[in-house]
T-cell receptor, first 115, second 116 residues
């Protein structure tokens, strides 16, 4: 059974800091990994999708890496801003079999960036 | 282009009642998945449908059911509501059921269900 863990559970930083969010998963047989952002009471916004054959993806100030063999991914946020405050979720997509297409999520990291 | 749309946005029901939640995927997306997110936790997989067939089911009781229509929209039904069913219900669509190498999931804004 796939389990996804995110560390830290919460993070508070001053504006302008660079930060790293961590995600680990127990079963390395994944198709891809997706990072999402969730604002309070809202749905999920996709940030980055990394295929299992890729090592990293970048979008603006965000960079996500994937080490499938060790079951780890990191989301790097450069020059953080108050508008980055949200919950960040990572999710791994299962391979075939009965878990076909299923996303398994971590519990999220609550990020607060204060001015 | 319209994203994934869900209705209603908020709903209050009484224990024992039945509820139907609706989802319209992005145009061209044939796969719809449903997730339940309890406050403070990550979303949990409930169902996936592709081409009107169930392709995956999470660890939820038989009170939960779903279907997908010819236009690829979907309904999630929950019978005999319990207080513990209170959650944000999220719908996600993707281009193909097997979420090919370039596909990710796009989520709707969710339906907030409160059971009293």
């Amino acid at each position: 059974k796939q389990e996804v863990t995110q560390i830290p559970a919460a993070l508070s930083v001053p504006e302008g800091e660079n930060l790293v969010l961590n995600c680990s998963f127990t079963d390395s047989a994944i198709y891809n990994l997706q990072w999402f952002r969730q604002d309070p009471g809202k749905g999920l916004t996709s940030l980055l999708l990394i295929q299992s054959s890729q090592r990293e993806q970048t979008s603006g100030r965000l960079n996500a890496s994937l080490d499938k063999s060790s079951g780890r991914s990191t989301l790097y946020i450069a020059a953080s801003q108050p508008g980055d405050s949200a919950t960040y979720l990572c999710a791994v997509r299962a391979g075939g079999g009965t878990s076909y297409g299923k996303l398994t999520f971590g519990q999220g990291t609550i990020l607060t960036v204060h001015p | 282009d319209a994203g994934v749309t869900q209705s209603p946005t908020h709903l209050i029901k009484t224990r024992g009642q039945h509820v139907t939640l609706r989802c319209s995927p992005i145009s061209g997306h044939k796969s719809v998945s449903w997730y339940q997110q309890v406050l403070g936790q990550g979303p949990q997989f409930i169902f996936q449908y592709y081409e009107k067939e169930e392709r995956g089911r999470g660890n939820f009781p038989d009170r939960f059911s779903a279907r997908q229509f010819p236009n690829y929209s979907s309904e999630l039904n929950v019978n005999a509501l319990l207080l513990g069913d209170s959650a944000l219900y999220l719908c996600a669509s993707s281009r193909r059921g097997n979420q090919g190498p370039t596909d990710g999931y796009t989520f709707g804004s969710g339906t907030r269900l409160t059971v009293v």
